[in-house]
């Protein structure tokens, strides 16, 4: 009696194995799989990165826009973003919505807002559409030479 393991030829038994030539083509076809995989990593922790810092600067914006209605006015802290969080997370209208905010884009009093690649946001009060305040970050490549220099700058007003 022969188990599954073996084949008979026409020479008798032989051990049913794979050839180098099967075991190549299985190798060559993980690597390729392996290398797409490997390609579109930073593509997909670049898209996250940006879904992550227009909705915390939704969020935000969520806020100075309920900090409006309460007090007829926008916090002024320009370029400030620290003091701007502390104004908005002390303040009893807005202090849930930014308490809303994950720890990894706000660490709470005393903390800038991050964007998703972990630098600060900038905040201009009077320097978005209509005089209105806007967040900046500086995009993926971290720089911010102006306002409106790069592209990659993801701003609150423009989402």
């Known amino acids: 009696m022969h188990d599954a393991t073996t084949k008979r030829s026409a020479g008798g038994l032989r051990r049913g194995a794979f050839t180098?030539?099967?075991?190549?083509a299985v190798m060559l076809i993980l690597a390729v799989l392996l290398a797409l995989i490997v390609s579109i990593t930073p593509y997909v922790r670049n898209a996250a990165a940006v879904r992550k810092t227009k909705i915390g600067l939704k969020i935000v914006g969520s806020a100075l826009d309920v900090y409006f209605d309460a007090k007829g006015k926008y916090p002024d802290e320009d370029d400030d973003i620290v003091q701007l969080m502390n104004i908005l997370a002390?303040?009893?209208k807005t202090r849930h919505i930014v308490g809303a905010l994950p720890k990894d884009v706000w660490g709470g009093k005393d903390h800038a807002l991050?964007?998703?690649w972990g630098m600060p946001v900038r905040?201009?009060?009077?320097?978005g559409i209509g005089k209105k305040p806007v967040l900046i970050s500086a995009g993926p490549d971290g720089g911010m030479v102006g306002t409106y220099s790069y592209q990659d700058n993801i701003r609150s007003d423009s989402i």
């Open 90 to 92: 002390n303040h009893p």
């Open 20 to 24: 180098l030539v099967e075991l190549l």
């Open 123 to 127: 905040y201009l009060w009077a320097d």
């Open 114 to 116: 991050l964007d998703g």
